[in-house]
């Protein structure tokens, strides 16, 4: 297969422009348990982070439209990346000026503004990356390592002093630096882009050039390998939404409850989950999903040991061992979807499913968990 995005090397602003907006996803994290203290509700963290995962799933469900799906690809979905980190970064703004401890309102719309930025970015960059080598372990790699560095970085902030709204600019500074980067990447029109895709954008086509716009009905058994990949996407984003949200403020009240223990439950949970894949490219695909199952079932019983003792270090290892299994099963979904073709509207359908999972159980705990 050709490279569509030119040396090896172009890969580096698409990566660096996932990691951006997955880490700027989950700077609100650490704080999550700090403002459901003072609104007095543990629907408060509920309410964001649905909020967030929602406004994202809205955006990739538009994108698994074909006729959309085609608009985007003629109008070189490249030099959109760019475009959707600068709205990420205005999400931003009413995030910094919502007044601290609680100021739910702008926190409200900047998880809005983010989620949508979010979820339109992510189908394009998975596009852009699965047609290379590992092209699919590279872009779970970018999403859940992103966003379990965001956190990490945001509870280390939060905890050498700085105030809430001044981790959320260092946040925003980083989305415009990755915006900086895919703008030399992408040129104006005009200008001649260094990278040789199809369009000279460095994002694979969906449909071969000269072929009709809108691409071919899936078949029955494509029908049914879409639907697998959605369940697993679904499941595994689950799990990690989970530990994006609710769960990180439950680990830091057992075990003393800081703003750095709440960041660490969140993003060493992700960071397993982005890493787990990498580190395992050479081993054959069907043992690593039978290892992963395995590595669930330990997961589970050590996150709630470490629960029940009041033990940090426990319920993270439990965490990470469930994050590693996450990543590898978001990981296969992805590669269901995208097969020996990159299409924006099937990578957007399978992550419109994972999307869910970042809402549905997060919704769903509060009514089954007594605070």
């Known amino acids: 297969m050709t490279n569509p995005l030119g040396r090896p090397g172009r890969l580096g602003p698409i990566i660096v422009a ?11 994290s650490p704080f ?21 995962g929602t406004a994202a799933a809205a955006a990739m469900a538009l994108l698994t439209r074909p006729a959309l799906a ?25 995030l910094i000026l919502a007044p601290a401890p609680a ?39 970018a999403i859940f390592g992103g966003v379990g560095g965001g956190a990490l970085v945001a509870g280390a902030l939060a905890a050498s002093g700085l105030p809430r709204a001044a981790v959320f600019g260092i946040g925003a500074l980083g ?8 703008a030399r990447q992408w040129p104006p029109d ?27 009905r899936a078949t029955g058994r494509g029908h049914t390998v879409i639907i697998g990949g959605a369940a697993l996407a679904f499941t595994a984003n689950g799990i990690l939404g989970l530990f994006s949200s609710t769960l990180p403020g439950l680990v830091a009240e057992r075990s003393g409850g800081s703003e750095l223990v709440a960041g660490a439950s969140a993003g060493l949970v992700l960071l397993a989950a982005g890493a787990a894949r990498l580190g ?33 270090s426990v319920a993270l290892t439990g965490g990470m061992l469930l994050g590693a299994a996450a990543g590898i099963c978001y990981d296969t979904a992805l590669a269901l979807a995208t ?13 419109y499913a994972g999307q869910l999972g970042l809402v549905l159980p997060v919704a769903v705990y509060p009514l089954v968990v007594p605070p």
């Open 175 to 182: 989305l415009l630096a990755a915006a900086a980067a895919g």
């Open 32 to 52: 999550y348990h700090r403002i459901a203290a003072a609104t007095g509700s543990p629907w408060t963290t509920t309410v964001l982070s649905v909020a967030h």
């Open 18 to 28: 996932q990691t951006a907006a997955a880490a700027f996803s989950s700077f609100p």
């Open 280 to 312: 395992v490219t050479r081993v054959p695909a069907a043992a690593v999903r039978w290892a992963a199952l395995a590595v669930a079932l330990l997961g589970i019983v050590i996150f709630v040991a470490g629960l029940r003792t009041g033990t940090a």
């Open 190 to 216: 005009g200008q001649r882009p260094p990278a040789a895709g199809p369009h000279g954008d460095g994002i694979a086509e969906p449909v071969r050039p000269g072929a009709p716009a809108m691409p071919p």
């Open 103 to 141: 100021g739910v309102g702008p926190l409200l719309l900047g998880r809005i503004i983010t989620g949508v930025a979010l979820g339109a970015l992510t189908p394009l960059t998975t596009t852009a990356l699965a047609p290379h080598r590992h092209g699919t372990v590279l872009a779970t790699g």
């Open 339 to 351: 097969g020996r073709r990159a299409q924006v509207r099937l990578i957007a359908r399978v992550q």
């Open 70 to 94: 085609a608009r985007v690809t003629r109008l070189r979905p490249g030099r959109l990346i760019p475009i959707l980190l600068l709205l990420d970064a205005a999400g931003a703004v009413p």
